[in-house]
């Protein structure tokens, strides 16, 4: 047989051997008993296969695993672990098991990974950084003060996934210690507006609804829209009323619209009275508004009711064709 023939099967089986190893433990999602395979898993030192058990184990919701998945956590910070990726698994594992140690949390928080990329380094721990900002912001073992003086850090973070998820993480701990900081952000802005809007999402599920509104006022338009975007999600009705209040005084078609998409996200029943009420006549952003509200139980037939009362048959055709299959 020829050398490089020979060399090519001898290179083919480790990774046929690695690939074979990785669909047993994809095949314990359905076993009988898998934990004793998946402990064996997770006390391996291959990182994907790692990453696959931990990623097994909270899909099964295996909380007689976590101390295992809470020591493989630690040692892959002390061992090679290309591409974040057992760390990545553990910590989303752990969180979907709702582990309440701060520790973990803590550790992963603070870790950046540098790797080789496409014209600049790559940091691949920053999925990490989210899942432990959220895990701190769930654990009941830390108070709020404190959750917010480690998470703030991450609201300036280079990653900017890393930004809008430390803004949803201290939106969701529920407290007014995460008020000032977020405002703040909002305040000093951030170069991506998606973190401006993470921020203003979080303030209206803190009951921050004043302070959102007041940025309907802004000259910059993303801020405006962002605003608009972060009342729509609040169920306050105080939220609905400042949307109202400022579509009644908005010109300008686009920013019409986008009042009128936030008004018809809120889902809140004075809104789709609101937003019905506006049917007219060639009134396509109206409809256009109502359609994600349209799977509540009786509001198409009052949406199509209403544009039947125009006798508008285009508006009634272009509400049909909005709606998905």
């Known amino acids: 047989m020829p050398f490089g023939r020979c060399h090519g099967i001898l290179a083919i089986r480790p990774v046929k051997a690695f690939d074979q190893k990785l669909a047993k433990i994809r095949a314990l999602r359905t076993a009988e008993?898998?934990?004793?395979?998946?402990?064996?898993?997770?006390?391996g030192n291959q990182n994907l296969l790692v990453a696959q058990a931990a990623a097994v184990a909270g899909?099964?919701?295996?909380?007689?695993?976590?101390?295992d998945l809470v020591g493989t956590f630690h040692r892959f910070f002390d061992r090679d672990d290309a591409h974040c990726w057992a760390k990545n698994a553990l910590a989303k594992a752990l969180l979907g098991l709702e582990h309440d140690g701060?520790?973990?949390?803590?550790?992963?928080?603070?870790h950046v990974q540098l790797e080789a990329a496409y014209l600049r380094p790559e940091d691949v721990a920053a999925p990490l950084r989210c899942v432990c900002a959220i895990?701190?912001?769930?654990?009941?073992?830390?108070?709020?003060?404190?959750?917010?003086e480690h998470v703030t850090e991450g609201l300036v973070d280079p990653e900017v996934t890393v930004r809008c998820e430390?803004?949803?993480?201290l939106g969701?701990?529920?407290?007014?210690?995460?008020?000032?900081?977020?405002?703040?952000?909002?305040l000093t802005g951030d170069e991506d507006v998606?973190?401006?809007?993470?921020?203003?999402?979080?303030l209206a599920s803190l009951r921050d609804v004043a302070f959102v509104a007041a940025r309907l006022g802004s000259e910059d338009?993303?801020?405006?829209?962002?605003?608009?975007?972060?009342?729509?999600e609040s169920r306050e009705l105080a939220a609905f009323e400042a949307l109202r209040d400022a579509y009644d005084r908005a010109a300008g078609r686009e920013w019409k619209r986008t009042l009128l998409q936030a008004l018809g996200a809120s889902r809140q029943e004075a809104a789709i009275d609101f937003l019905v009420a506006q049917i007219a006549p060639g009134s396509q952003l109206v409809a256009e508004a109502l359609v994600p509200a349209s799977f509540h139980p009786g509001v198409r037939q009052r949406v199509e009711a209403a544009i039947r009362a125009t006798a508008d048959r285009n508006l009634l055709d272009f509400y049909h064709q909005k709606l998905p299959d």
């Not at 008993?33 to 006390?43: C, T």
């Not at 899909?59 to 101390?67: D, F, K, M, N, V």
């Not at 430390?166 to 993480?169: D, F």
């Open 102 to 110: 701060p520790r973990e949390w803590l550790r992963g928080l603070r």
């Open 166 to 169: 430390t803004a949803r993480a």
């Open 33 to 43: 008993a898998p934990e004793s395979a998946l402990r064996e898993a997770l006390a």
């Open 59 to 67: 899909e099964l919701r295996l909380t007689a695993l976590l101390p």
């Open 221 to 232: 338009e993303n801020l405006r829209a962002e605003a608009a975007a972060a009342l729509g």
């Open 172 to 186: 969701m701990l529920g407290s007014r210690e995460s008020v000032g900081v977020l405002r703040l952000k909002v």
């Open 135 to 148: 895990g701190l912001a769930t654990c009941t073992r830390m108070p709020a003060v404190e959750v917010v």
């Open 194 to 202: 998606n973190v401006t809007g993470a921020c203003l999402t979080a």
